[in-house]
């Protein structure tokens, strides 16, 4: 007999069903792995699910082996549920695992269809339909049509779909969101995946439309359907949602949809645009111009020199082809379908391991790039489909292509080239579990099966081809690169890369540029001809290929990369010393940091202490805000890595932009005006005084701790935060230690008017130049249409940077920059100059900006702000700084 098992993430709820279930079929195994482990002894259990539960309530439900049970049916609630239901599969013997099914059906109804179905005697594939169509009899009855055309979220066959015209507004149970999306580069795979994820969190059917392009309606619960809307920067979203947490719902991919890059350490969307611009504009600078005798010219894509032999993904000159489908089923189509998931697994299990080696080398913002590509092989937009196939009797080899075929035919079809460039990504993966399935499928004995190389061949995710040694550096030849190709990358080993197509955008690519590879993309087909084992000079920043290049081109390319290396070297090697200018001023050169890893990374990289530590990510994600003693712990962790480093941490800097669900704010007609930063600490001075509360303790205990107000327009507004943090202090019974200062981030303008009253009132002011640059030119940087004019270079934003250090000068404060201007190597001496004394960038910039300091000289540099001061532009700022420093010996 079948046993049958209820996964959710309430115990009680779990536990109902099964009570329920039981009252139709009393013979039935039926067990409930419902919520995860209590807090603390007697307390309920908590919402969540736990693998080791499911996989020991599957245990349960097959009964003493003497029993010959039928198998088990495992139904699942909606999100996690679903996960943990699949990692119990992995966790139990593989014999096991073959006679447990996942059920793509509803919870209640499918576990009362089940156990009446397993109570008849049915089979394993029989009781797992009979749960799929649970809800047919309520649909009979209220009318409908099938449960996909609910909207309802389904879970391991995907069975999902945007509700019915009929059911949409105005019916009364929808509601609404029109807003325009401000994300950096719209709704491209990050983004788009935070999207889905958010979407699918929570109980709400969700509906998304592009009201720019006049999409049709998209489920928010697929990600191909959300990233094949095209929705790009400045595109008009609607969003619908209907059901207990539709309002949630709504807020979360608003938030989602319209957040800013935080500030200069973080990796903004023009940040990581500037690449792909330099590298288009040195395409086009190169246009017509033909590459020397025998070589290739491609684009640009990551900076750098290589000289090495080359070495191709694949055998044939085009690379290895399609893996082989089998077009018939070998078993029922629920056993096609357990054998697609168990394909996906692997292959989910491999972009696991890759995200995790690829975080430790690049951090966790470029890794989330394969966290789209792991969404992808659970989407209902490409499981659907797959599902129906195998149903009507295809394999499930041939669902699955068939199924990703269209959507990468739907991504190829995107005016955008960003979003286009998703198609290869998508393909890779579908290639990978057709692999896995090639691999399963073929007899063991038969010397058909794909031996795993040959699986990763097919799946383009090998970095070191067998025939390059492991000890060999070599140039990565291939027709295109993947993201699991570059995030398996050896920098040590694979010098350069060379692709027959693509382009900057693409996701290979930007790994590439974060993994300081060089690299040239759309070569073209000649390079497939090249033979591997070529000896080659690959030009990253100039784009150009130089197959078999004659002695003298080589020794020349040689000595360039040489030069470069020592030059970056001898930056890291001192960048652990102080950056003092060559009359002798010390300059601080600090992190912008997330949390503790950071801190950790930070100081590997020579940093001097932390600069801002960005805390909203504490209070995103998550149901409510962290208990004051979780916050704790937060600060802790980033101070002790520090050891001893100054340490500012920034309050709480969210709002309407980048909303908490959990404080039901409204959204608001511009969130860049509203309640945000401090504002939004003041009208919560509950969640405002714990943080504090947190800080003053962490100061207690560490020294050098300090503590910076985000978004002060008014002196009054300062006032205010001051008393909170008297009353934290009073309430904490803390004595801060040492180096403990209190600080305000000057990014409106009005504060930078007013800077002479704030510094009598702090110990620092810390200019946030990017908020400051786009309020004071009334440009959003995020916007490709003014874009060009958010130059902090502006003489209208030096004034203010001027005014704010001669104020400050005044009163004995020093002042900060923690913006994008305090890397930027022209802003450097400027900012210097005005009398800037800590300079707080992203991690990798510390040694380049320290260097950069070093060549200075405070009283040169203070002639030359006074020069930019009087210019009219941030292009004649920008030809001041290139001017002095060919005038300057030390340049040279």
């Not at 800013?260 to 017509?288: F, T, V």
Request: with cysteine; aromatic share 2%; net charge negative.
């Amino acid at each position: 007999m079948v046993g049958i098992v209820v996964v959710s993430h309430s115990a009680r709820l779990a536990e109902g069903v099964v009570e329920l279930a039981r009252e139709m079929a009393g013979d039935v195994r039926i067990e409930a792995a419902g919520g995860i482990d209590p807090p603390a002894a007697g307390a309920p259990r908590g919402l969540g699910t736990d693998a080791v539960r499911v996989m020991e309530a599957i245990e349960a439900a097959l009964g003493p082996a003497a029993d010959e049970p039928a198998g088990v049916l495992v139904l699942m609630d909606l999100g996690s549920a679903v996960l943990s239901a699949e990692t119990a599969l992995d966790l139990l013997d593989p014999a096991i695992a073959d006679r447990v099914r996942l059920a793509a059906a509803p919870l209640v109804e499918g576990a009362v269809a089940a156990a009446v179905a397993a109570q008849a005697g049915q089979s394993l594939d029989e009781v797992a339909a009979e749960a799929r169509g649970g809800l047919g009899p309520k649909l009979a009855h209220l009318g409908g049509g099938r449960p996909a055309e609910t909207g309802a979220r389904a879970d391991e066959s995907g069975s999902v779909g945007p509700p019915r015209d009929a059911d949409r507004p105005g019916d009364a149970s929808w509601q609404q969101s029109r807003f325009v999306v401000t994300v950096a580069q719209g709704l491209h795979a990050r983004p788009a995946a935070r999207f889905v994820r958010a979407a699918s969190e929570l109980d709400a059917v969700v509906e998304v439309e592009n009201a720019t392009t006049g999409s049709a309606p998209a489920s928010a619960t697929s990600l191909n359907a959300i990233a094949t809307l095209g929705v790009r920067e400045g595109h008009e979203l609607i969003v619908r949602a209907r059901g207990p947490e539709a309002a949630e719902a709504i807020v979360r991919l608003r938030q989602i949809a319209t957040e800013r890059a935080e500030s200069a350490g973080a990796d903004s969307g023009q940040d990581r645009l500037a690449p792909i611009l330099r590298a288009r504009q040195g395409s086009a600078d190169s246009a017509g111009v033909d590459a020397p005798a025998g070589g290739l010219r491609g684009i640009p894509s990551s900076p750098g020199i290589a000289i090495a032999p080359l070495r191709r993904i694949g055998g044939g000159a085009a690379g290895v082809g399609a893996p082989p489908i089998a077009e018939q089923p070998s078993g029922s189509p629920d056993e096609e379908w357990a054998a697609l998931g168990r394909a996906r697994r692997i292959v989910r299990d491999e972009i696991a391991a890759r995200h995790e080696r690829l975080a430790a080398r690049v951090g966790g913002e470029e890794a989330e790039i394969l966290d789209a590509l792991a969404l992808a092989l659970d989407d209902p937009a490409l499981l659907d489909p797959a599902r129906a196939a195998i149903d009507a009797g295809r394999s499930a080899g041939r669902g699955w292509a068939d199924a990703t075929a269209d959507m990468v035919g739907r991504y190829r079809a995107l005016a955008d080239d960003y979003q286009r460039a998703r198609a290869d990504d998508l393909d890779d993966v579908a290639r990978r579990v057709l692999a896995e399935l090639a691999e399963s499928a073929a007899p063991p004995a038969s010397g058909a099966a794909l031996a795993p190389a040959a699986r990763r061949e097919i799946g383009a995710s090998r970095s070191r081809p067998e025939s390059a040694p492991a000890d060999s550096a070599f140039i990565l030849l291939a027709r295109d690169l993947t993201p699991l190709d570059a995030a398996g990358l050896d920098p040590a080993t694979v010098r350069g890369i060379a692709t027959a197509g693509g382009g900057p955008t693409s996701h290979g690519a930007i790994l590439a540029r974060a993994l300081g590879v060089p690299a040239v993309v759309g070569l073209g087909d000649a390079l497939l001809a090249l033979a591997d084992g070529t000896p080659a000079i690959l030009d990253g920043a100039a784009g150009l290929l130089l197959p078999d290049p004659p002695d003298a081109t080589r020794e020349t390319y040689r000595e360039r990369r040489d030069e470069a290396a020592r030059a970056a070297a001898a930056t890291r090697a001192v960048a652990h010393e102080p950056a003092l200018t060559r009359d002798r001023v010390r300059i601080e050169v600090a992190a912008n940091i997330g949390g503790a890893r950071e801190a950790a990374e930070a100081v590997a990289a020579g940093a001097d202490g932390v600069g801002l530590m960005r805390t909203e990510f504490a209070f995103l994600d998550r149901d409510s805000a962290p208990s004051e003693d979780e916050q704790v712990a937060i600060y802790r962790a980033a101070g002790e890595a520090l050891a001893g480093r100054p340490l500012v941490i920034r309050t709480l800097d969210a709002g309407a932009d980048k909303p908490l669900p959990y404080l039901g704010m409204p959204p608001e007609q511009n969130p860049f005006l509203g309640v945000r930063g401090l504002r939004l600490g003041l009208a919560r001075p509950e969640l405002l005084a714990a943080q504090l509360r947190a800080i003053v303790r962490v100061a207690a205990e560490l020294p050098n701790v300090k503590l910076m107000f985000p978004m002060v327009a008014t002196v009054e507004e300062l006032r205010a935060a001051r008393a909170l943090l008297h009353g934290a202090l009073e309430q904490s019974g803390a004595t801060p230690r040492e180096g403990f200062e209190v600080g305000v981030m000057v990014e409106v303008p009005a504060a930078a008017l007013i800077a002479d009253h704030l510094a009598a009132a702090v110990d620092f002011l810390s200019l946030g130049t990017n908020d400051l640059t786009q309020y004071v030119l009334a440009a959003e940087r995020g916007n490709e249409h003014v874009a060009a004019l958010a130059d902090g270079l502006h003489p209208a934003v030096l004034r203010l940077i001027g005014e704010v250090c001669r104020a400050a000068d005044a009163h004995g404060r020093w002042v900060g920059v923690c913006g994008e201007l305090g890397a930027d190597p022209a802003a450097i001496p400027l900012l210097t100059g005005l009398g800037v004394r800590e300079l707080s960038v992203a991690a990798p910039s510390i040694p380049a900006v320290k260097a950069a300091v070093r060549a200075l000289d405070t009283t040169a540099a203070g002639e030359l702000a006074e020069r930019a001061l009087a210019a009219e532009s941030a292009a004649a700022v920008r030809a001041l700084v290139v001017e002095s420093a060919g005038a300057d010996p030390a340049a040279d």
